[in-house]
Structure formats: structure tokens, C-alpha cells
Antibody, heavy 118, light 109 residues
Framework: QITLKESGPTLVKPTQTLTLTCTFS??????????VGWIRQPPGKALEWLAL???????RYSPSPKSRLTITKDTSKNQVVLTMTNVDPVDTATYYC??????????WGQGTLVTVSS | QTVVTQEPSLTVSPGGTVTLTCASS?????????PNWFQQKPGQAPRTLIY???DKHSWTPARFSGSLLGGKAALTLSGVQPEDEAEYYC?????????FGGGTKLTVL
């Protein structure tokens, strides 16, 4: 059974760095073809794809906040970390991580709400 | 910047059929965009319904189907149920990145 869970701060001040962790189980991020991605959703707005890391450490980023994003993995801990620098109130959103394999983004975490405010 | 466009809202009667579409600002959507469709109900995480244009997950109800239609990706619901009222998002693949559509609010009335 594949499960994912996001964790991190609920409140971050503008200009600070946001670090989110996705802890997963039921699969290995060292298996060929497997990836973990991050998606966010501002309150009342649409989903936005942010980043994806593959089993071979290949990384993909959305062009929009690309320069502020870094995605890494710790295979031994079954974790993927997303770092976003210089956050702004517009980065307030629910952040989701999701498992990606041959069947697309098939399993999602429950999401974690991050508020950027002074 | 690439924009993926969906109908903002649609209304369908119970038992009816409705088609949601997903268009790309770069031109016709093909299978190479690996269209995905997700359903999201209020307060819940998205649930994937369709991947790679028309492939279903084990949990995807049979009344949902994906296709390419007139240069767009399409999600058709046949025999709509009240519980299908939700927001639906498409997701397209562009070389190194993925882009979501703005979502379609489906009302069953």
C-alpha cells in the first residue's frame, strides 16, 4: 500500500526559506521509473505542478518558481524534500506530494497548508 | 508561458453525459502530452482518474473515460451520478515539466 505524507511549518515569514518533507511508504525511490512530485494549491485556486525527482536523481521544475525551488531525495529515509527560497504571501497554499510511475501521478498525500505572513 | 485551458464550469443532470475538455496554448493536444485527469472534492486531496489520455486506474469508475477530441484532451462522464459533483483538473506534459489546467467545476443538478 502506497502512502505519502507531507510535513513542514504551517507559518513562514516573507523572504524566509520554506522546507517541506514528503515521507512515503509502500514503494522505493530507487526503483526504475519511479518519481515523487510536489504540487500546490492556493486557497480557492487551481493546482500548480512544482517539481519532480526521479529514481535516478533526475529533477524537473516548473518554469515559474524554478529559480527558488530545490528538490532532493533521501532514499534511505524514504523522503523527498522541497525547498523554496524567498517566500512571498502568494506562496500561501496547500502543498501536496505525489507518487509518479507508469500510471501517472497515482497516489497523493493529504496535503499540508502553509501560510506565508509576517 | 504555457497555458492549459479548461471550461470554468459545467452543469449536467443526473444520468446525463458530459464532456470536459483540456486545451493547450501550444496547439493540438496529442498523446505525447500524456493527459491526466484528476477529481477533487472540497477539503480533499485530488484523486487521479485517467492517465496517458485514456488509461484508467483500478479505482476509476467505468462511467469515466478519457480521449482526444478536436485537438484537445477530453474527459467524458456517462451516466453521471450526484457524487460526481466536483472540480476536475487536467494535467499535460511539456518536455521537462507538467502543467495543470485551471479546473472545471462540475455541478450535478
Amino acid at each position: 500500500q502506497i502512502t505519502l505524507k507531507e510535513s513542514g511549518p504551517t507559518l513562514v515569514k516573507p523572504t524566509q526559506t520554506l522546507t517541506l518533507t514528503c515521507t512515503f511508504s509502500g514503494f522505493s525511490l530507487s526503483s526504475s521509473g519511479v518519481g515523487v512530485g510536489w504540487i500546490r494549491q492556493p486557497p480557492g485556486k487551481a493546482l500548480e505542478w512544482l517539481a519532480l525527482i526521479y529514481w535516478d536523481d533526475d529533477k524537473r521544475y516548473s518554469p515559474s518558481p524554478k529559480s527558488r525551488l530545490t528538490i532532493t531525495k533521501d532514499t534511505s529515509k524514504n523522503q523527498v524534500v522541497l525547498t523554496m527560497t524567498n517566500v512571498d504571501p502568494v506562496d500561501t497554499a496547500t502543498y501536496y506530494c505525489a507518487h509518479r510511475a507508469e500510471a501517472g501521478f497515482d497516489y497523493w498525500g493529504q496535503g499540508t497548508l502553509v501560510t506565508v505572513s509576517s | 508561458q504555457t497555458v492549459v485551458t479548461q471550461e470554468p464550469s459545467l452543469t449536467v443532470s443526473p444520468g446525463g453525459t458530459v464532456t470536459l475538455t483540456c486545451a493547450s496554448s501550444t496547439g493540438a493536444v496529442t498523446s505525447g502530452y500524456y493527459p491526466n485527469w484528476f477529481q477533487q472534492k472540497p477539503g480533499q486531496a485530488p484523486r487521479t482518474l485517467i492517465y496517458d489520455t485514456s488509461d484508467k486506474h483500478s479505482w476509476t469508475p467505468a462511467r469515466f473515460s478519457g480521449s482526444l477530441l478536436g485537438g484537445k484532451a477530453a474527459l467524458t462522464l456517462s451516466g453521471v451520478q450526484p457524487e460526481d459533483e466536483a472540480e476536475y483538473y487536467c494535467l499535460l506534459y511539456y518536455d521537462d515539466a507538467w502543467v495543470f489546467g485551471g479546473g472545471t467545476k462540475l455541478t450535478v443538478l
